[in-house]
């Protein structure tokens, strides 16, 4: 994952798993940090649900945009009941997340 120290949301070594049109951020120890499901590529941006399942994101649904491209993918979810993003910016109520491959 790129970004500061290990924290509540942050976790060296963790995994972005994609299945069909799922994924899933794993720790190295095999927690669930989050989830999304529902990947639609087909609207600009793409659109997800991100399902939080730690501290006080847990089970809550979170409307998101995302982009996959190469060997990145980074979300953007706003607060439970808010309206989806329409555009990657990082604002009060909105949570981006990024992730790169590595081999």
Do not use: W, Y
Not at 42 to 47: E, F, I, K, L
Request: proline share 6%.
């Amino acid at each position: 994952m790129i970004g500061p120290a290990d924290d509540a949301h942050t976790a060296r070594g963790a995994a972005c798993i994609f299945e069909r049109n799922e994924f899933r951020d794993v720790r190295p120890d095999s927690s669930v940090r989050l989830k999304g499901g529902q990947l639609d590529a087909t609207t600009s941006p793409g659109s997800i649900t991100r399902v939080g399942s730690i501290g006080e994101e847990t089970g809550k649904a979170l409307p998101a945009i995302f982009a996959l491209t190469g060997d990145s993918f980074r979300f953007d979810a706003a607060d439970e009941g808010q309206p989806r993003p329409a555009r990657f910016k990082t604002v009060a109520g909105l949570t981006m997340r990024a992730f790169r491959r590595v081999n």
